[in-house]
Structure formats: C-alpha cells, structure tokens
Nanobody, 126 residues
Framework: QVQLVESGGGLVQAGGSLRLSCAAS????????MGWFRQAPGKEREFVAT????????DYADPVKGRFTMSRDNAKNTVYLQMTSLKPEDTAVYYC???????????????????WGQGTQVTVSS
C-alpha cells in the first residue's frame, strides 16, 4: 500500500503560480512512477503530468506544457507540480497518483495508476 497526501492548493489570480506537493508513505517511493491528474466540475478526470521512477522522464498534457513542471525528490518521498501562468481553465481538484513500475517508463493513462490521493483544490480567478 502507498498513501498519498497532496498539499499546496488554493486560490490564485490568473497569471499567478502555485506549487503542489504530494507526500508518499508506505512502499519504497522510488519504485513508483508518479502522476498528476485533475478534474474540473462536470468534466472527466484528465492527465496533467507524469514522472518516471528516477525522475529522468517526464510528460505533460498539451494544455500545461511550458507552464507546469513536475519533479520528485526520492529522498523526501515527495513529488511536486510547479504551476505558473495559471489560467481560469486550470481550476480543478488536482490528484496525485502512483504507478508501480519495473522500469523507468511513464504513463498518461489513469487506469495504469494503482494509488491515488484525496486531491487538493486549485482555483484560478480571472
């Protein structure tokens, strides 16, 4: 089992920045690729970003490329999502997820992820 706890969400004006954190406990953190997903009211959950076990591979959804950066600190069992140039359409609940992997690969598919956090609300005002 892996427990994931997100933090760092809040209310920010358009153009502002936030950094989300996701702290993991349980199984060895370095065995898991990690992902961020988000769900806005009335919409499907969507992929935001993912990072491989080593941190060497990342991928981003097109709407956030160039604005969001995902990183991880395996010594601290934590992943981060640095969000800049935020837009009202970024408003959503952001979820951290863990994907048990046997190699340094990544996935943008939510169904591949084994564990999920409770989410943190991000609201961007115009």
């Amino acid at each position: 089992q892996v427990q994931l706890v997100e933090s760092g969400g809040g209310l920010v004006q358009a153009g502002g920045s936030l950094r989300l954190s996701c702290a993991a406990s349980g199984r060895p953190f370095s065995l898991y690729a990690m992902g961020w997903f988000r769900q806005a009211p009335g919409k499907e959950r969507e992929f935001v970003a993912t990072i491989s076990r080593s941190g060497g591979n990342t991928d981003y959804a097109d709407p956030v490329k160039g604005r969001f950066t995902m990183s991880r600190d395996n010594a601290k069992n934590t992943v981060y999502l640095q969000m800049t140039s935020l837009k009202p359409e970024d408003t959503a609940v952001y979820y951290c997820a863990a994907d048990r992997r046997y190699s340094d690969v990544i996935s943008a598919t939510g169904e591949d992820y084994d564990y999920w956090g409770q989410g943190t609300q991000v609201t961007v005002s115009s």
